[in-house]
């Protein structure tokens, strides 16, 4: 169990969170697609709605003529449905001006309610002699028989939700068999009812088809079955069975394979189909010159080429009649031309569909596209994410519609850029909780140490701390109380007010540091050791750093003020806190040390061993701010610098020459600061060239000057080295270079 969670937590360190977590994605996206379920079918079936708008097909031919029942007509010939002797005159009529099939998208199910026996019996006044005249007459029924026999006629049958009466064997069925490795009554529609025709005309009819529709679950319809089984009979759908009679095709041939029906044979024409055996229609925009009156038919009012070689279809646009379809194209198509457009696609060879394969295409696309995103994005930037994103977008869209507009083909790519989009997202999502986590320790981490304003900069921009470690020019700071011992020493039988004054005085100089973009490395007691241009970049970080040690010099009077009157108050001993500060800038090596279990955000280097030698040179050289060379270089016109010496510090085989910073600018513009400086500067002079009169004649005159106590334990510094040097002079290789004694 150990080795397993081992294992588990190399392995994900290895390969990533986010990436287990998007396999697993991808895998319950495949699985989602597998079972389709019906959100996921609408989602594509709006993508293939969209196509059909944008590239509808376009006429070539109009085989198909629809002879209206519509509002004219009722108005004219009164309610529907009609009598059979007048729909045998539109049959007559129809195969009198050439009508090659004529289709019945409407069903006779029940005896004409004007047949002559009926009325016969239905009539109370009549004669005996009428009443047998009228029953002695042939039926309505039969006359339209009579016109069925002499034409080619498919009739409408429907499906039904329940089983009504026993099925007549001896009316015909359309023959239908199959080829392919599985049988395909298990794939296809099923009505457990079957309404057909009257028997009398039922048994004349060249064919028979349902025109049912099934629609989608949104109302849609887009796929017309075009076999079916109804009441436990397989038959064709009204447009098939109108091909079938016009091709004297005996027996419909269904192919199938494992996955269910592939198409449906007739001869010389192969019709692709769905699983189910549904044709995907492949819609054209309404076309209102293929609809001509049935009025106008009845009335020889009709241009013969509307009819003549053509297959007639007879079906309804009036409203009431409640025979109004949504397909892709049109909110309000008439069912009869719905049955019209799946004639005009197959003989005109445009039509579309959805291959058995399509499911294992889509499949493939998205374990392909999904494993290459999880490969490569983590390690993308943001725009180049985007970038990769969008090109993954395209290359799905645009080969789905290179196969819809090159072959007809319906290749979802809905569900691949799904799949792809949620591992997109989830990376998005990963590397948000990851930046946010960064955040926080990043404030955590800093917060102590630096200003507010940086620590939510560094939050914000991440990117900028380099935590592994850096190389970079920094200014190092470290700070610490004179004679802290013995202030302390006060304090022995109090170690909570010891606690309380160092508090007392450490935050106020540490918010001197925060506030000039200082970061605190550490406390070491009394002492602070703080850095700039770290972990942001600060391109005056020289200035900050010496604006927050003399800030810290005007903060530490402000204590001692305060402390100074507390003490008058209580009656006890006053000890004035003094501090040193050493300010030195170089190149560090600035990042995360310590072990694996606890560690620090902090700086190493030469320049950071000289800042702390700087500072514990305050009180040799009696100025509580010594900074390097490299610091003064950068401030000399922003702060009051004093040149103190040239030394040499142990471990570095390099002299550096030190300052003081004396005070601000309105100091450096002063009269007597410029005189105490070039006094200063004739006495090292005279010290280096190893004019020892000199030096202490310029040292006699500093101390007569305005403002000269400031340097009396610089110039006491000197003259004990001049002493030392005159009774015993240094060496010919002198450079003027002191070596420190102390560190």
């Known amino acids: 169990m150990k080795r397993l969670r081992s294992w588990r937590r190399w392995f994900t360190q290895k390969f990533g969170l986010a990436r287990l977590v998007c396999l697993a994605l991808l895998v319950v996206f495949a699985a989602l697609r597998v079972w389709d379920p019906p959100p996921v079918q609408e989602v594509r079936l709006r ?118 009466a026993e099925l007549d064997k001896t009316l015909p069925f359309t023959g239908v068999a199959t080829v392919g490795e599985e049988n395909a009554e298990k794939f296809l529609f099923e009505f457990p009812g079957l309404l057909r025709n009257v028997p009398v005309i039922e048994k004349v009819a060249a064919g028979r088809g349902l025109f049912t529709i099934k629609t989608e679950r949104d109302g849609l319809i887009r796929r017309v079955p075009m076999i079916m089984r109804a009441q436990g009979n397989i038959m064709p759908s009204l447009g098939l069975e109108i091909l079938r009679v016009v091709t004297g095709t005996p027996t419909l041939l269904v192919r199938t ?88 696609s197959v003989l005109s060879g445009a039509v579309i569909s959805q291959p058995n394969y399509a499911l294992g295409v889509e499949l493939l696309a998205a374990m392909i596209i999904g494993i290459l995103v999880i490969i490569f994005t983590p390690n993308l930037g943001p725009v180049r994410l985007v970038l990769a994103g969008a090109m993954f977008a395209a290359i799905l869209v645009g080969t789905s519609w290179f196969f819809y507009a090159r072959y007809r083909y319906l290749i979802d790519f809905t569900y691949p850029l799904l799949s792809t989009t949620a591992i997109y997202l989830t990376f998005i999502f990963a590397s948000f909780v990851r930046e946010q986590r960064q955040r926080v320790q990043i404030r955590g981490m800093f917060a102590q140490y630096m200003s507010p304003e940086l620590v939510e900069q560094l939050a914000q921009s991440p990117e900028k701390l380099k935590l592994g470690g850096e190389e970079r020019e920094m200014t190092i700071m470290f700070s610490d109380v004179r004679g802290f011992t013995s202030i302390s020493e006060s304090y022995k039988h109090d170690p909570q007010g010891l606690i309380t004054l ?23 007691g009394d002492a602070i050791m703080a850095f700039w241009n770290a972990p942001l970049d600060d391109k005056t970080h020289e200035i900050n750093a010496c604006e927050a040690a003399v800030g810290m010099l005007e903060k530490i009077d402000e204590v001692n003020r305060e402390r100074e009157h507390e003490a008058a108050e209580g009656g006890h001993v006053y000890i004035p806190l003094n501090v040193g500060i050493g300010l030195n800038t170089g190149i560090g090596v600035v990042g995360n040390m310590g072990s694996d279990k606890k560690f620090n955000y902090s700086v190493l280097g030469d320049s950071v061993n000289l800042a702390s030698r700087l500072e514990g040179q305050t009180k040799e050289y009696g100025f509580p701010i ?44 002063s009269a007597a600061f410029q005189r105490l400086r070039n006094i200063t500067i004739e006495m090292l002079a005279c010290y280096r060239s190893r004019d020892w009169q000199g030096a202490l004649e310029a040292i006699e005159r500093g101390r007569r000057s305005e403002d000269a106590d400031t340097l009396e334990k610089l110039f006491r510094l000197y003259e004990a080295r001049i002493k030392a040097f005159q009774a015993d002079p240094p060496p010919a290789d002198w450079t003027g270079a002191y070596a420190l004694l102390t560190k």
Do not use: C
């Open 47 to 164: 993508t293939f709605d969209m196509f059909q708008l944008l590239d509808p097909r376009h006429k070539t031919v109009r085989p198909v003529t629809i002879v209206d029942i519509d509002d004219k007509s009722l108005a004219r010939l009164g309610q529907w449905p009609w009598s059979r002797t007048r729909i045998a005159d539109l049959i007559i009529n129809l195969t009198n001006l050439g009508a090659v099939v004529i289709g019945f998208d409407v069903v006779f199910s029940e005896a004409d309610r004007l047949n002559p026996d009926l009325v016969a019996n239905q009539m109370r006044y009549l004669d005996d002699v009428t009443r047998a005249r009228l029953r002695e007459l042939p039926s309505n029924d039969q006359i339209l028989s009579d016109a069925i026999k002499r034409s080619h006629v498919v009739l409408g049958e429907t499906g039904q939700p329940a089983v009504g």
């Open 257 to 344: 394979d494992k996955t269910g029906v592939r198409a449906i044979r007739l001869k010389g024409v192969e019709i692709p189909t769905d699983k189910n055996g549904q044709l995907w229609v492949h819609y054209a925009w309404q076309d209102p010159s293929i609809y001509v009156s049935a009025a106008d038919v009845l009335d020889n009012n009709v241009p013969p080429d509307k009819i003549k070689g053509k297959l007639v279809l007879i079906g309804t646009s009036a409203v009431g009649l409640n025979d109004l379809k949504t397909t892709p194209v049109s909110a309000n198509m008439p069912g009869v031309e719905v049955h019209a457009q799946v004639l005009e």
């Open 502 to 524: 160092m508090n007392r005085f450490l935050t106020p100089l540490t918010n001197v540091i925060r506030a000039r973009r200082g970061t605190i490395d550490k406390y070491m």
């Open 626 to 669: 010594i900074i390097g060379s490299r610091t003064a270089l950068a401030v000399k016109d922003r702060f009051a610098i004093l040149e103190l010496d040239f030394i040499m510090v142990k471990g570095k085989s390099e002299p550096e020459v030190i300052y003081a910073i004396a005070g601000r600018e309105d100091v450096l513009r």
